[in-house]
């Protein structure tokens, strides 16, 4: 059975994570290297990026359905004392705090803006806080590499990433401009989803696991179309690939890869 976290699981998961960005940060030996997952940015320009983005998502959630924007301010710029570690680190975890705070104040059921208004991910702060986990979890892998001490994203959290990636990132009420495909996902732990692509949009449903249906992998008698391309991997892999941490062909494809490359470039906003 495929199940999203707890929201208060959801919450400590991402104060875990951005304990690890920041200890990444701590360990640095200049914040001037280069992140290479994040090509144009320094080390410095990942830590801004992470502290304001909190501060915003903590201002949006706390205005709820008032918002209909993400509220950005000036005031959460990052201290200019870039040479002072200390300082900005606690900056941080400050940033962090305020969301955490934010997201507590409103619970998982709030109603608040989201930039996925087309997706199949609510616009509430419970999706926040699970999307939120997953820009941490992925920047704090970018940091850790930064720094030249990458660590595998936990499995609980790459799990839950690949569904909310999918439901989140991939669906939309936007019509697909190519022929309509079907994609299949499989993660080694288990885990299956199938993507369909259509001019209703794009749509993703779970699947058994490929072995709960030997030789179909699909959910019902009605739904026993052979997708027209799969890929699979540890939900490490699929997550990875998915935030363009890594390449399409570290995955187990089948079918028709161009499908995916077409995804990959799509933009139905």
């Known amino acids: 059975m495929q199940k999203t976290p707890e929201f208060p699981d959801l919450l400590r998961l991402i104060d875990e994570r951005s304990a690890a960005f920041r200890a990444a940060v701590a360990s640095a030996p200049s914040l001037d290297v280069r992140v290479p997952t994040c090509p144009e940015w320094t080390l410095l320009d990942l830590v801004r990026h992470i502290g304001e983005g909190r501060r915003s ?8 359905p008032a918002a209909t924007s993400r509220i950005r301010s000036a005031s959460d710029a990052a201290p200019t004392e870039v040479g002072e570690r200390d300082v900005l ?3 941080l975890a400050e940033s962090t705090r305020e969301m955490l705070d934010a997201l507590r104040e409103a619970g998982p059921e ?5 930039w996925w208004g087309r997706s ?8 926040v806080a699970r999307h939120q986990l997953q820009e941490i979890a992925v920047h704090t892998y970018d940091a850790q590499l ?6 595998p994203v936990p499995d609980e959290v790459a799990l839950d990433g690949v569904d909310e990636f999918l439901s989140t990132c991939c669906t939309t009420t936007t019509a697909w401009p190519h022929k309509p495909a079907v994609a299949d996902f499989h993660a080694a732990e288990g885990r ?6 259509s001019a209703d949009g794009a749509r993703v449903a779970h699947l058994p696991a490929p072995d709960a249906l030997p030789g179909t992998g ?3 008698a009605g739904d026993l179309d052979t997708p027209d391309v799969s890929a699979r991997g540890t939900a490490v892999d699929l997550l990875l690939v998915m935030y363009g941490r890594d390449a399409l062909d570290s995955l187990e494809l089948d079918g028709d890869r161009g ?3 077409l995804l990959v470039e799509w933009d139905p906003e």
């Open 259 to 261: 499908i995916l490359d």
């Open 192 to 197: 299956s989803w199938r993507l369909r692509l």
């Open 120 to 127: 199949q991910s609510p616009q509430t702060s419970g999706a």
């Open 218 to 220: 699909t959910v019902a």
């Open 146 to 151: 930064a720094v030249g001490a990458p660590q």
């Open 57 to 64: 998502w903590a201002a949006t959630v706390a205005a709820g």
């Open 110 to 114: 709030r109603r608040c803006w989201t």
């Open 89 to 91: 680190v606690a900056w």
